[in-house]
């Protein structure tokens, strides 16, 4: 089935420690992002790649870093886990007429 | 800074009942209004209004767009306990296909 593929689906770091979250689509769309989540706070965006080869900062960046590896593939990073990051990421990506989401990363950073 | 704003935050009523959810929104070059359904994993596209006035309807849920006084409702009527999630709002500057700035979302409960 089209869509996006997120991996891990749950994650427990211990603060300091790094790890890559995976995303993939088999959708064919040029534009891929990466949002958080956390209660009481909505969807804020991390970063977001508009085309293979290209990425841009979003609305809350500090601490990751993504790879736009090839139109499929859209990684987040994160180099020095922190408390705060504890949240859950979702991948997304658009062509027209809204997003679709894959189905979410659980991360606890301890 | 852009910004969008749901209310109320959480809302529970009981099944067949009517509810209205509202968003407002301060978006820069605004063209686009999303609404999105979220239980328990991601959330799943509902509608996207472009033009004032035009009212989507998909079965028993209904949205409008005011742009001029920049907000957005969503009606579902005759409720049922499959409609209890989290509901959406997000504005765009273009048809869904850029980034998005989301509400904290409403929380509805149907209670059988």
């Known amino acids: 089935n089209a869509g996006v593929t997120q991996t891990p689906k749950f994650q427990v770091l211990k603060t300091g420690q790094s790890m890559t979250l995976q995303c993939a689509q088999d959708?064919?769309?040029?534009?891929m992002y990466w949002y958080r989540q956390d209660p009481g706070m909505g969807l804020r965006l991390i970063y977001y790649s508009a085309s293979e080869g290209t990425t841009d900062k979003g609305e809350v960046p500090n601490g990751y870093n993504v790879s736009r590896l090839n139109k499929r593939e859209f990684s987040l990073r994160l180099e020095s886990a922190a408390p705060s990051q504890t949240s859950v990421y979702f991948c997304?990506?658009?062509?027209?007429?809204?997003?679709?989401f894959g189905s979410g990363t659980r991360l606890t950073v301890v | 800074e852009d910004k969008v704003v749901q209310s109320p935050l959480s809302l529970v009523v009981h099944e067949g009942d009517t509810v209205t959810l509202n968003c407002s929104y301060e978006?820069?070059?605004?063209?686009?209004l999303l609404w999105y359904k979220q239980e328990k994993k991601a959330p799943t596209f509902l509608f996207m209004l472009?033009?004032?006035?035009i009212e989507k309807k998909s079965g028993r849920l209904s949205s409008i767009l005011d742009k001029k006084e920049l907000f957005s409702i969503l009606n579902i009527t005759a409720t049922q306990t499959g409609d209890s999630a989290v509901y959406l709002c997000a504005g765009g500057p273009n048809f869904g296909n850029e980034k998005l700035t989301f509400g904290t979302g409403t929380r509805l409960t149907i209670i059988p």
């Open positions: 959708m064919n769309h040029n534009s």
């Open positions: 997304a990506t658009t062509a027209n007429y809204g997003y679709t």
């Open positions: 472009t033009s004032s006035g």
């Open positions: 978006v820069t070059n605004f063209r686009s």
